[in-house]
């Protein structure tokens, strides 16, 4: 037990604590439905993202090697419809026509992912470097540069070359850690005299709960309670050396900076009032962001996850926890390896506390959070099950950055809304708002001292959504996937993005709902030129329905029914002729 003493003193020091934060950021002010015309720091930087999987399409082309997405997706029931990336939106022959999508829109930045097997096949850079793919990165952000558009090159968006899958087990060995560097090593000394901002990992979040923990996504493992751990920590490690063999072998040359791109959802107590679930909403977001950004900006984990996870690991019966541990040179290693902080952020959730038990049988990464996850039935949710329009969790999110690791530099590098597959409707008024509403909370929170340098809108294009395939649309211009030239239309969205853009921000009411409303005036010439589009495909996919049954039904006429007719004639004729000859004799 505590002395009273020093319990008294942590109490006041708490209430310290509670006061100075509240007066960084007051959360009374924080009014949801107000929205604040003003506009963003000169030099902001305003942008539009995909990734190489996800958009790029020619898997197997100019000499590519195999990534853990390329396999997933061709094993049948994985990927909703049996979708794959394929050839997605064929951004690999595109990209001087999406260059021109962005120009149109005025980006400033662009954000995509460099495929690691397309260029190193095998993904142990001694092995082979395959040039083409090299030669096509070059080519793309030549072009970028050439149109004014700075790159923001991702290193790691999720496709981890096949080879390294199958031979080590992926993020779940160390050895990955030596094998990432060396890729990066060589992006550097490819791109880095033109790319400035590189980020090691995108959500590696996802990479290590839905890849190792619960098999949702590529390489598809179910290791319960430990897999995401493990794989967690071979990525952290690995952000930290590629952060240092920048710093040590191309800063000073390149000039350029290196961030780690992480996503979090925001986590509200469902009872303000209730310790308890102000407490679960603080471990939920630890669980999410802080298992990753806590390391790069404080060399360790979350005190909360160490905590939880360990007790949770004694309970059943283990000799060390299952979140595994940084050494202390470890520690100060990765102390401070990141020179911007990326954020992914799309929605909130409604936190409170559940104790879970913790049995063996139950261990997950899930459960040892001991929290419960609640939506608001009110919350829009246009698309994606798990998207729910929120825009104030994302002010929330930035803050809690801002307070947690120092006031970092932040990129939001990626936000936004998607629709169902069926929706071919381009006038989306729903994403505009979404934008308009995500952005100005953005805005909020720089009036509050949060240091947000820019915004990637996410994604330029439709494209393959992962486990969820086809089916969810997260782009700002439409991609017609069922016509193989795999044509963009402009969603209403691009042209009200392109005003915010303009603007720097939102100038007035009255401005601001004129944009609106010319957006959804110009969507309307798109969407009849796809309505029209969509009605020839109709009517060449029933075209082909009726030729198709025609042609197989003649090819059974004469290859079947033709000879078995006559073979039944010839056999008739002649047991008629014996019949008659029988009678004569
Ligand atoms: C985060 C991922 O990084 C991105 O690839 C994906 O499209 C979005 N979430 C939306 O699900």
């Given amino acids: 037990m505590l002395p009273r003493r020093a319990v008294s003193v942590c109490y006041v020091l708490m209430l310290v604590l509670y006061l100075s934060a509240a007066e960084d950021f007051d959360w009374t002010k924080n009014n949801h439905d107000s929205f604040y015309y003003g506009t963003f720091p000169t030099g902001f930087s305003w942008g539009a993202g995909s990734s190489a999987y996800q958009t790029e399409g020619a898997w197997d082309k100019d000499g590519k090697g195999l990534s853990i997405w390329d396999v997933f997706s061709h094993k049948m029931g994985k990927i909703q419809q049996n979708d794959t990336g394929d050839s997605s939106c064929d951004g690999y022959y595109k990209f001087k026509d999406d260059t021109s999508l962005m120009k149109e829109l005025k980006l400033n930045h662009y954000r995509f992912s460099i495929s690691w097997p397309r260029i190193i096949p095998t993904g142990v850079k001694s092995d082979h470097i395959n040039e083409k793919g090299i030669q096509y990165y070059d080519e793309l952000i030549n072009h970028l540069l050439e149109n004014r558009i700075t790159p923001i090159v991702t290193l790691y968006h999720w496709d981890l070359p096949q080879v390294l899958q199958e031979k080590y ?14 890729f990066a090593n060589l992006c550097f000394e490819r ?9 090691t990992f995108n959500n590696p979040w996802s990479v290590a709960v839905e890849g190792y923990e619960t098999g949702e996504h590529a390489p598809g493992l179910r290791l319960r309670g430990t897999g995401a751990y493990r794989a967690a920590h071979h990525i952290i490690k690995a952000h930290a050396k590629v952060w240092h063999t920048y710093d ?15 996503s979090g959802d925001w986590g509200e107590p469902v009872d303000i009032s209730n310790q308890k679930d102000i407490e679960a909403a603080e471990r939920y977001v630890q669980f999410y962001l802080g298992w990753f950004a806590t390391p790069v900006f404080h060399g360790d984990y979350p005190q909360v996850m160490k905590d939880f996870v360990g007790r949770k690991s004694a309970q059943q019966g283990l000799g060390t926890s299952r979140l595994p541990t940084f050494s202390p040179q470890e520690k100060s290693y990765m102390k401070g390896t ?3 902080l990326g954020i992914g952020h799309f929605t909130t959730r409604y936190i409170t506390h559940k104790s879970n038990p913790s049995g063996r049988s139950s261990t997950s990464y899930f459960t040892d959070r001991d929290l419960a996850e609640l939506v608001d039935p009110r919350w829009p949710d246009p698309g994606s099950e798990w998207l729910y329009s929120v825009p104030w969790g994302f002010r929330r999110m930035l803050n809690f950055v801002k307070t947690q690791y120092g006031n970092p530099m932040i990129y939001v590098t990626e936000n936004g809304v998607s629709e169902k597959m069926s929706c071919t409707e381009l006038c989306d008024e729903w994403r505009i708002q979404y934008y308009k509403d995500y952005i100005n909370e953005m ?16 994604s330029l294009l439709d494209k393959f959504e992962w486990d969820e395939g ?8 439409y991609v017609d996937f069922r016509s193989k030239n795999k044509p963009r239309y402009p969603k209403a969205s691009v042209q009200f993005y392109k005003r915010i853009i303009s603007s720097n921000g939102f100038p007035n009411q009255r401005e601001v709902e004129n944009w609106k409303r010319k957006a959804v005036e110009t969507c309307s010439s798109s969407n009849q030129l796809l309505a029209a589009e969509e009605q020839r495909s109709t009517a060449a996919n029933i075209l082909r329905l009726i030729h198709d049954p025609l042609t197989s039904h003649m090819e059974m006429v004469t290859e079947i029914v033709v000879p078995t007719v006559c073979t039944l004639c010839i056999l008739l004729s002649a047991i008629f002729l014996m019949f008659l000859l029988r009678r004569r004799n």
């Fill in 338 to 340: 990141c020179d911007f």
């Fill in 248 to 262: 040590t072998q191309w800063r000073g040359k390149q000039q350029g900076l290196v961030g780690i791109s992480l």
């Fill in 191 to 199: 791109f880095g005299n033109r790319v400035k901002y590189w980020i």
């Fill in 470 to 477: 086809y089916s969810e649309r997260f782009g700002l211009y």
């Fill in 443 to 458: 805005l909020k929170a720089i009036r509050d001292g949060v240091s947000v340098k820019g915004y990637t809108a996410w």
């Fill in 169 to 182: 087990g992926g993020w779940q060995n160390i050895s990955m850690i030596n094998h990432f560097n060396e």
